[in-house]
């Protein structure tokens, strides 16, 4: 399975969107862009489509959540727009996985990857056990959620770059680990908690990095996109 650099496109409009996407015409591969929701409900799906017919690879980032069938029916929409990654919540239950799952299957067999959010790296342990009454270890719950959407049939877990090594050796290797909260060596942390460099991301296992703002907010976006990927695919 390759490797590679998903840029957050975290914008709220489409105009915004292909402004900047403008300034990777010229390169030889068209980015992995991530589609969250802030875009996708300000435009709807033809931002989806819009994307795609420039020939990116697109990670529709709407984490689902809600019963089986719903869900079921939602990724028979999400697959038809031919996103290539797609995401939902682990806590949905492998029921709702596997729902998912069926849902995003074509006709022909073919699917986009399917991944489950595991908990948000904005919820931490006095959290989770405040408000959800889970009192085991985050490192224990997210690997239990990992472990359940392996099983469910998933192809991988969104999670820290921190924990990719674990989630690996747990879930196996041909298991992906898509890892946001990546910073370049001496850069702009932002509200992340907690970040590593492209190079440390790759050693520890990471399948694909998501990169938001060092590469949307950089000066030269093509130039930081260009650091990224020599430093994490090389
Ligand atoms: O700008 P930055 O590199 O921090 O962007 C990271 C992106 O990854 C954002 O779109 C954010 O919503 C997303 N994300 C995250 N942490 C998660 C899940 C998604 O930062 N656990």
Redesign the pocket.
Known sequence: MGKDVII?C?FDSAAQTLRFLERFSAAPRRPYV?I?MELYYAEGPQIVRQIKELGHPVFL?LKLHDIPTTVKKAMRVLSALEVDMCNLHAAGTGAMMEAALEGLTRPDGSRPLLLA?TQ???TDQTAMERDLLIHEPMESVILHYAETARRAGLDGV???PLEAETVHARCGEEFLTVT????FAGGDV???KRVTTPERAKALGSDYI?????I?QAPDPAAAYARCLSEFLS
Not at 180 to 183: C, D, E, N, Q, S
Not at 210 to 214: F, S
Request: charged share 25%.
């Open positions: 957050a975290d991530k969250g980032d959010v948000l790296t904005s969104v999670c820290s946001p909260g990546v910073r932002g509200d992340q998501v990169v938001g703002r060092p949307t």
